[in-house]
């Protein structure tokens, strides 16, 4: 399995071709479902909810970026999504990208042998800044989990109609590795690759390795550096995230005791 997952990132940095245009964040996952951008089959267990803030600092060109997702369980394998990004010194201009909502639906539960599947639905809300805007978005995304001993990779196609006639269609291709290395402890590791909107050919190729911190039951903490593959804008991306779940019920032990 760890064989086809190196092949399969081979093959999307051979895709490449040159162009470039700002990039767009749009729907994310939220830790622990998930890698850095590509999404994990998993989802938040009914009723269970999940809250995550965030940072990102992009080199060359200088961008800061903020990041406030959210999550919810609808049932075992339906999850609710929402990403709510803000960037500064992108142009010289401030404000918030479109509003990501996702709707994820696990179909198919992992075996013995097979992946777990799940689609994403998304659409995205204008943001009212066109320099940060796609003037909305929808889309549909197909993930492939699969758990390999410690460690868990993902695969996600994403395709995407920008809400502005005048943009081209983006196809995003994302391949992620999650390994346990200890009890509370996880390396993270992720090629990204995705088409321009402005020119509809593959424009961002980016590696990026972290880890992720089970700082309690229910808090989460991930670091994470992106790497530039094609000699193209941002160079660098340093991540950082804090995620909150919801409090799991801690069931009572029951005593019995035996009379003797």
């Known amino acids: 399995m760890r064989k086809y997952f190196l092949f399969l990132m081979l093959i999307l940095l051979f895709l490449c071709v040159d162009s470039y245009a700002f990039e767009t964040t749009g729907l994310q996952p939220i830790g622990p479902y998930g890698v850095f951008s590509t999404f994990s089959a998993e989802s938040l267990p009914k009723g269970k909810a999940a809250f995550s803030t965030g940072a990102e600092i992009l080199i060359d060109p200088d ?3 903020f990041v406030l997702k959210t999550a919810y369980g609808i049932t075992d394998n339906v999850e609710l999504n929402m990403t709510v990004p803000y960037t500064l010194g992108a142009d010289s201009v401030d404000g918030f990208e479109d509003i990501a909502l996702g709707f994820k639906h696990r179909f198919f539960d992992e075996g013995k042998y097979g992946p777990s599947l799940a689609y994403v639905l ?3 809300i204008p943001s009212g800044r066109d320099e940060l805007s796609t003037d909305g978005r929808f ?3 197909l993930i492939i989990s699969k758990r390999v001993g410690p460690v868990n990779g993902h695969l996600n196609l994403f395709y995407e109609k920008p809400g502005k006639g005048s943009l081209d269609d983006e196809v995003s291709f994302l391949a992620g590795l999650d390994f346990a290395a200890a009890h509370n402890f996880n390396i993270l590791a992720e090629l990204f690759c ?16 972290g880890y992720r911190i089970k700082t309690t039951d229910f808090i989460y903490t991930t670091f994470g550096a992106g790497f530039d593959l094609k000699k193209r804008s941002p160079e660098t991306r340093i991540m950082f995230s804090v995620t909150f779940l919801s409090p799991s019920k801690k069931e009572k ?8």
């Open 194 to 209: 995705k088409t321009s909107h402005d020119s509809g050919k593959i424009d961002s190729v980016e590696g990026r390795i």
């Open 139 to 141: 889309g549909i995304g």
């Open 253 to 260: 032990i029951k005593k019995i005791y035996e009379e003797e």
């Open 122 to 124: 998304n659409a995205s």
């Open 63 to 65: 961008i800061y970026r």
